[in-house]
């Protein structure tokens, strides 16, 4: 299915007592007590136990994130009925399969605007080789962007201001991270507005070969394009030519299409009046 994280909203792990090999137990049992520990959890208005160490031991394996539903385009659902019949209260199982990425997109296509959480910490003290690999484990865990900023701290010491922009259910991972992998002694986080274009992935015909093409519009109107540098140097190192040879043709395909379509836009405004 290529999943590449999962979900899970806090568990209902109900109330009362249980019978084991041991006896009677109270809800939740001992095992599920410790595997769910710092996972949020509530007891319910039923008795009876809702999840047992196997189920949370499965839930706490798998997930990183415990909260509402966040910003989802959904793309599947499946469903899973337990054999007892509580009074009141559905003894199913939701997952949902959805693309994160994508419902960012329509956001931003709709609005334009939305919010976003910046995190930066100062460093004074760190090998200079293991800010490469921080910010690939960063953009592993689903950062926006990574960059490096040099600044001058107390005593005229040189250091790197290091900040990640990341979704606000990327936090508590990206900040772990920052202060495991990283010298500092502390973090700071906060949320701020931003704009965006509408953005777009598109694929040019040219003499080197197919090129995407990223485009930012608004409003319909394109603003400007950036050949993809991956399939350039790609095509450069192919065919033995110049870069900026194979960047100036992708360009040009682009333009050439973008002026095709506006002129058919033309025609259709010419025939409908």
Do not use: W
Not at 82 to 92: E, K, T
Not at 216 to 228: C, I, K, N, S
Not at 244 to 260: D, G, H, K, P
Request: glycine share 10%; with cysteine.
């Amino acid at each position: 299915l290529g999943i590449d994280r999962f979900l899970c909203s806090p568990l209902r792990v109900g109330r009362g007592f249980v019978r084991a090999e041991h006896g009677l137990l109270p809800v939740p049992a001992p095992g599920t007590v410790e595997l769910l520990a710092g996972v949020p959890v509530y007891g319910g208005d039923l008795e009876g136990e809702f999840v047992t160490p196997t189920g949370a031991a499965i839930v706490t394996s798998l997930c990183d994130y415990y909260g509402p539903l966040p910003p989802v385009s959904i793309e599947r659902t499946g469903y899973g009925a337990g054999a007892r019949d509580p009074s009141g209260f559905p003894n199913c199982l939701r997952i949902i399969l959805g693309d994160f990425d994508k419902a960012a997109l329509t956001a931003e296509r709709g609005q334009g605007s939305n919010s976003i959480t910046v995190i930066e910490t100062n460093i004074d003290d760190m090998n200079p080789q293991a800010y490469g690999f921080v910010m690939e484990r960063a953009f592993d865990l689903g950062a926006l962007d990574v960059f490096f900023t040099p600044i001058q701290m107390k005593k005229g010491r040189p250091a790197v201001l290091l900040t990640v922009l990341c979704e606000r259910d990327r936090l508590d991972s990206l900040a772990d991270l920052l202060l495991r992998e990283t010298t500092t002694l502390g973090i700071r986080h906060y949320t701020v507005s931003r704009r965006t274009l509408d953005r777009s992935v598109e694929t040019v015909e040219t003499r080197y070969g197919r090129v995407r093409v990223k485009v930012a519009r608004e409003g319909g109107r394109t603003l400007h394009f950036q050949p993809e540098y991956e399939d350039c140097t790609r095509a450069a190192s192919e065919r033995n030519v110049p870069l900026i040879e194979v960047q100036a043709a992708a360009s040009a395909a682009f333009r050439n299409l973008a002026e095709a379509a506006a002129d058919g836009d033309e025609d259709d405004d010419r025939r409908r009046e």
